[in-house]
Every structure is written in C-alpha cells, then in structure tokens.
C-alpha cells in the first residue's frame, strides 16, 4: 500500500515539475506588433548560422556606410517588432548599421527558451554576421539585450573584441538565477522547493549542463556597460544591482519605472529610448556621411 502511494506521490511531482519546465521554456509565440516598412526604415532579411546548424533570421538596417553597428536583441517573449523604436532613433540620430533578431521562444520557428544557456552562441553568431559586413566599423560593435539576451551580450562581449558598448536590461549572472525568477512568475510562488527540483529538471534536459556559471566581470573592465533596473521586475532588478557591483570600471546603472516589455508604448517607451540611445551616441563614436 505504501510503496503505489509513494510512486503515484513521486509521480505527480515529477509531472508538476515538468509541467513548470516546459511552460518557462515556451512564453509563447507571439507576432511581430510592427515591421520596419511601418517605420520608414529600408531592411533586408539575413540568416546566420546557429551552433545547432539552423538558422537564425533577422532584419538587417543599414545606417551610414563606415558607422558602427548595434545589434538589437529583444528578450524572453519579446520579438524583432519591440526593438523597432529603439532602431529608428539609433539610425536617425547616429546613422549606426542594426541588426536585429529576437530571443528563441518568442516564435516556434525558434523552438523553446534555453534561458540563458544556448542564446551566447547565438550572440556570437550575430556579431560574427556583423563582421563579415564590409560597410560597418569592426572595431566598434554595440549590443542591446533584455534578460536572457541581456546576459548573452555581456558574454558574447567577453569573447569579441570589437563590441566595446553593451546595454543590458534586467540582466542576470548566472542561468539558476533566471530559472528562480521565471518559477516564481509562473507559479505566483517563492518556493525553494519548486526552483531546485525545476532547475534539476532544466539540467536534465540539457545534458545535466551547470547552470550556476556566472560572467567574470574582470573580462568587461574595458567595455562601456549600460545596466538597466525597471521597477516592473523587482527580482531581476535587484540581479542587475549585484552584478553592477561586480562590474569596474566603466558602468552605469540607471532605474526607470519600467524595463523593455513586450508591446512596450507612451512616454515610458520615449523616456526608456532616450537613455540607451545617450548611451552609444556617447560610447560608440558616430561617423557622418563623407
């Protein structure tokens, strides 16, 4: 009578675990709210090659020939759409190439999240694209990410010289972190059991990979790094505050009401705008048309 009853009991919690995993690793689909052509802005469709061997799509934006580049990196459940306004007041205002493509999960061509852990390869990928682009200035690469490819950025920095300027919103050091933040979101619950037996279960699906790899922030001394806190996502605000404090010595941390959303409008879209175009109009030297 015990050992069914322990069973069934083992059972149902592995499910519910499972269960938890895989909603946090698929926030679902959604479509793009607006495409460049909405925005006067002239754009090519590009793919590059991911460590998986798929492709990864995205929209190309050229800027003034010999500008740097700033690749846009909405993040978890964010598409290309929400980086629009971002890109058109990066092009008008400093003439800077973009490239712009979108965290997985956000569409089932991509296939599920992995939270942190694939997305720095598919980082890479996208500054390697970037540098084999004749018309932009190598030496002088921009990224702007949102959580997981917030992180992503801030590695990818680490391993490519040329991105001197990173912004990075509701940033994260390491994975298990992440995992913690969406079990909570997702279950309305701060239980510590649910986080380990939901990280347990995301290492199992990744090959028992470790997920408490953090970034050194030693490797970013020499980068000019934006670090963004929204009120709207107290937990991840307060990983952006630790790891601004691990990071020397060109940083910046600013707080605003709201952090990058999806279908983000109004003067809170202005005001967050404004702050992370400063920031690579002032760290990412724009060069004007001859």
């Given at each position: ?127 390697d694209f970037v ?58 619950s701060d239980n ?15 090959f028992m990979v ?81």
């Amino acid at each position: 009578m015990v050992l069914p009853a322990v069973a069934i009991l083992v059972a149902a919690v592995v499910a519910l675990l499972g269960i938890i995993a895989y909603r946090i690793a698929r926030p679902g689909p959604v479509a793009d709210p607006a495409s460049p052509v909405h925005f006067l802005l002239p754009v090519a469709d590009v793919q590059w090659p991911s460590r998986e061997g798929a492709e990864v799509s995205g929209w190309w934006i050229p800027g003034v020939p010999g500008a740097p580049a700033v690749i846009l990196a909405p993040g978890y459940g964010m598409t290309r759409g929400d980086a629009l306004s971002l890109a058109t007041l990066l092009r008008e205002q400093a003439g800077y190439n973009l490239l712009v493509f979108e965290a997985r999960g956000s569409s089932r061509e991509r296939g599920p999240s992995t939270l942190g852990l694939g997305e720095t390869a598919e980082m890479l990928g996208a500054v390697d694209f970037v540098l084999t682009r004749p018309e932009v200035a190598h030496d002088r690469i921009g990224i702007w990410g949102v959580d997981v490819t917030a992180r992503a950025a801030l590695a990818a920095a680490r391993e490519r010289a040329g991105v001197r300027a990173v912004a990075a919103d509701s940033v994260f050091s390491t994975v298990s972190d992440f995992v913690a933040v969406r079990v909570t979101e997702e279950t309305g619950s701060d239980n510590v059991l649910l986080e380990v037996g939901c990280r347990l279960v995301f290492r199992l699906l990744h090959f028992m990979v470790s997920l408490g790899e953090g970034i050194p922030p030693e490797a970013l001394s020499d980068r000019a790094i934006l670090l963004i806190q929204g009120d709207n996502r107290k937990a991840l605000a307060r990983h952006t505050a630790a790891l601004y404090e691990r990071i020397q010595p060109q940083k910046e941390l600013v707080r605003l009401p709201v952090s990058r959303t999806h279908l983000m409008s109004g003067q809170e879209l202005r005001d967050y705008d404004a702050v992370v175009v400063r920031f690579f109009i002032l760290n990412l030297p724009r060069v004007t048309q001859p």
